[in-house]
């Protein structure tokens, strides 16, 4: 009973429950009237009015006790209202400031983000201007390289290693030894000239004397017992080194003669001197008569001087190429050592229809792998053998498929052709992501008038773009990777599973390309 009284009356207001008590009371008073009149009258209570009184009087107490209650609860209730309310507004403004401030970092955050974005475009841009310079500079290193192993190819000299130190100190050899065969020319000519002169005031035409008589030119027909009058002798001057072939010290006398006055000339090929390390180190002294002993008289029939210092030098024998010259195919330079030979410097060249010679970049093993950049050039390779002391034997030189250009194999061009009739040719490869060492397979797809890459995880495009005269692929030496740049210098390292699979790609691409700048040069014309 009290309690729900008590939830009845939590709903009331002051006003309401004012009244309410206020009526209780009269009606207690009144009720006590009659009962104090009775008693005072008729000094009797009734029991069961008595009865109902005090059982009214203790609920008005109930009731009001309650409603005291009630009213500290509502004020206790305002004052934690207003306090609420306090608490509210409070939060309210820390939220509204947060939200400023989160507001603020977002601008600030995409303002930071636009200026890395710019930042980040500069930086691409000046990747690829440096990656083009990087790309110049290693062609032009490329062809520098090429084009001081060439020189020293043709003097003999081949460095054990394609770098700058050992490139730079066969350099010096070569120019130690040109200094050395220039310094001991000049030495002969004076050394030549002096016995002309002196053979000229002495006036001594004996047969044993063959140096001065082979000099001057002196040709007997039929013995050395003729007449010596009809033969002329040339007055030595000073201009014959001009005269003379700088690689060759005594070519043969006919460069020192004069044509107009020899009517027989003869031409005999003296050795030419050849520079050796350990004497030019240990100063050696060439005297003039040690180097005229290397004038020989002619002998009948023969008209080639034979070296016997060739002879002792390291050399190979049955020196052959085994494998099939077509791409993707290995080729193997093999041969027999002889007379000391315990090392042989290899080198792989490709020779160009200009004439030229291209030495191929790292092919400096004696086994090679064919690759599409060998397609319609000649191939050779050049083996110089050497021995413990480091002297060098003569340059052995062999073309790969019988000096022809290298073709496809019938397999490989049936598919090629068949990709360039369909139009389209796709190849699983492998790409290398950026800033990382992880390869992501993607399909390389090529077509007639491009190419694009596409994930194979996700499905996503990477890169398109059409053919263009500035798209290139570098191939590097026995691996099957390769590295396509595109037009705009972006550089995309691939490699396949197999060297003939990327052989393929790589000509099929070729192909395409060649095919897509015909049609737009047609297009223009």
Same mark, same amino acid.
């Given at each position: 009973?009290?309690?729900?009284?008590?939830?009845?009356?939590?709903?009331?207001?002051?006003?309401?429950?004012?009244?309410?008590?206020?009526?209780?009371?009269?009606?207690?008073?009144?009720?006590?009237?009659?009962?104090?009149?009775?008693?005072?009258?008729?000094?009797?209570?009734?029991?069961?009015?008595?009865?109902?009184?005090?059982?009214?009087?203790?609920?008005?107490?109930?009731?009001?006790?309650?409603?005291? #209650?009630?009213?500290?609860?509502?004020?206790?209730?305002?004052?934690?209202?207003?306090? &609420?309310?306090?608490?509210?507004?409070?939060?309210?403004?820390?939220?509204?400031?947060?939200?400023?401030?989160?507001?603020?970092?977002?601008?600030?955050?995409?303002?930071?983000?636009?200026?890395?974005?710019?930042?980040?475009? @500069?930086?691409?841009?000046?990747?690829?201007?440096?990656?083009?310079?990087?790309?110049?500079?290693?062609?032009?290193?490329?062809?520098?390289?090429?084009?001081?192993?060439?020189?020293?190819?043709?003097?003999?000299? +081949?460095?054990?290693?394609?770098?700058?130190?050992?490139?730079?100190?066969?350099?010096?050899?070569?120019?130690?030894?040109?200094? +050395?065969?220039?310094?001991? $020319?000049?030495?002969?000519?004076?050394?030549?000239?002096?016995?002309? @002169?002196?053979?000229?005031?002495?006036?001594?035409?004996?047969? %044993?004397?063959?140096?001065?008589?082979?000099?001057?030119?002196?040709?007997?027909?039929?013995?050395?017992?003729?007449?010596?009058?009809?033969?002329?002798?040339?007055?030595?001057?000073?201009?014959?080194?001009?005269?003379?072939?700088?690689?060759?010290?005594?070519?043969?006398?006919?460069?020192?003669?004069?044509?107009?006055?020899?009517?027989?000339?003869?031409?005999?090929?003296?050795?030419?001197?050849?520079?050796?390390?350990?004497?030019?180190?240990?100063?050696?002294?060439?005297?003039?008569?040690?180097?005229?002993?290397?004038?020989?008289?002619?002998?009948? @029939?023969?008209?080639?001087?034979?070296?016997?210092?060739?002879?002792?030098?390291?050399?190979?024998?049955?020196?052959?190429?085994?494998?099939?010259?077509?791409?993707?195919?290995?080729?193997?330079?093999?041969?027999?050592?002889?007379?000391?030979?315990?090392?042989?410097?290899?080198? +792989?060249?490709?020779?160009? %229809?200009?004439?030229?010679?291209?030495?191929?970049?790292?092919?400096?093993?004696?086994?090679?792998?064919?690759?599409?950049?060998?397609?319609?050039?000649?191939?050779?390779?050049?083996?110089?053998? #050497?021995?413990?002391?480091?002297?060098?034997?003569?340059?052995?030189?062999?073309?790969?498929?019988?000096?022809?250009?290298?073709?496809?194999?019938?397999? #490989?061009?049936?598919?090629?052709?068949?990709?360039?009739?369909?139009?389209?040719? $796709?190849?699983?490869?492998?790409?290398?992501?950026?800033?990382?060492?992880? +390869?992501?397979?993607?399909?390389?797809?090529?077509?007639?008038?491009?190419?694009?890459?596409? $994930?194979?995880?996700?499905?996503?495009?990477?890169?398109?773009?059409?053919? $263009?005269?500035?798209?290139?692929?570098?191939?590097?030496?026995?691996?099957?990777?390769?590295?396509?740049?595109?037009?705009?210098?972006?550089?995309?390292? &691939?490699?396949?599973?197999?060297?003939?699979?990327?052989?393929?790609?790589?000509?099929?691409?070729? #192909?395409?390309?060649?095919?897509?700048?015909?049609?737009?040069?047609?297009?223009?014309?």
């Amino acid at each position: 009973m009290k309690s729900s009284g008590r939830t009845s009356l939590l709903g009331l207001a002051d006003e309401g429950v004012q009244p309410q008590s206020s009526n209780t009371m009269q009606r207690s008073n009144f009720g006590a009237q009659p009962v104090q009149r009775d008693t005072i009258g008729d000094g009797k209570l009734n029991f069961a009015e008595d009865k109902e009184a005090m059982v009214l009087y203790s609920k008005m107490t109930d009731q009001k006790d309650e409603i005291q #209650m009630l009213r500290k609860q509502i004020a206790a209730a305002g004052v934690r209202e207003l306090q &609420l309310l306090s608490e509210k507004y409070a939060l309210e403004r820390k939220f509204s400031e947060l939200r400023r401030a989160i507001d603020d970092k977002q601008n600030e955050a995409v303002t930071a983000a636009l200026n890395e974005l710019v930042r980040r475009k @500069g930086d691409l841009e000046e990747n690829f201007k440096l990656a083009h310079n990087l790309k110049l500079v290693d062609d032009e290193r490329y062809i520098f390289v090429s084009s001081i192993l060439g020189l020293l190819g043709e003097h003999g000299i +081949w460095p054990h290693a394609v770098n700058a130190s050992a490139i730079s100190n066969s350099v010096k050899n070569l120019h130690n030894e040109l200094q +050395w065969k220039i310094k001991s $020319s000049h030495e002969r000519i004076r050394e030549l000239t002096s016995t002309v @002169g002196s053979q000229m005031e002495s006036g001594n035409h004996d047969k %044993d004397n063959f140096g001065p008589g082979i000099l001057t030119g002196q040709f007997h027909h039929q013995s050395m017992g003729h007449n010596t009058n009809h033969h002329n002798f040339i007055e030595p001057s000073d201009n014959m080194l001009g005269r003379m072939p700088q690689n060759n010290i005594a070519e043969g006398p006919s460069s020192m003669l004069d044509n107009d006055r020899q009517p027989q000339p003869y031409n005999n090929n003296f050795q030419e001197f050849e520079f050796n390390h350990d004497s030019f180190n240990k100063g050696l002294n060439v005297r003039a008569q040690e180097m005229t002993k290397d004038l020989r008289p002619p002998s009948n @029939g023969d008209h080639e001087m034979t070296s016997s210092i060739s002879d002792d030098r390291p050399g190979i024998e049955g020196f052959q190429i085994v494998g099939e010259a077509a791409p993707g195919e290995r080729l193997l330079g093999c041969g027999y050592p002889v007379r000391g030979t315990s090392l042989c410097m290899f080198q +792989w060249v490709r020779h160009l %229809d200009d004439g030229t010679r291209q030495y191929i970049e790292g092919a400096t093993n004696p086994e090679y792998i064919v690759t599409a950049d060998d397609v319609d050039k000649v191939i050779a390779v050049e083996c110089i053998p #050497m021995d413990d002391q480091g002297r060098q034997g003569e340059l052995v030189r062999l073309f790969a498929n019988g000096q022809r250009k290298i073709k496809s194999d019938p397999d #490989m061009q049936s598919e090629i052709d068949a990709f360039i009739s369909s139009g389209e040719a $796709s190849f699983s490869v492998l790409l290398l992501m950026d800033s990382s060492e992880n +390869w992501e397979p993607i399909d390389l797809v090529l077509q007639r008038s491009g190419y694009r890459m596409k $994930s194979k995880i996700t499905d996503e495009p990477i890169f398109a773009e059409k053919f $263009s005269k500035d798209l290139s692929i570098k191939i590097p030496s026995g691996s099957t990777q390769f590295v396509l740049t595109s037009s705009d210098g972006t550089s995309f390292p &691939l490699s396949t599973s197999t060297v003939r699979m990327r052989e393929t790609l790589v000509l099929t691409l070729r #192909m395409f390309q060649s095919k897509a700048l015909d049609d737009k040069r047609k297009g223009r014309a």
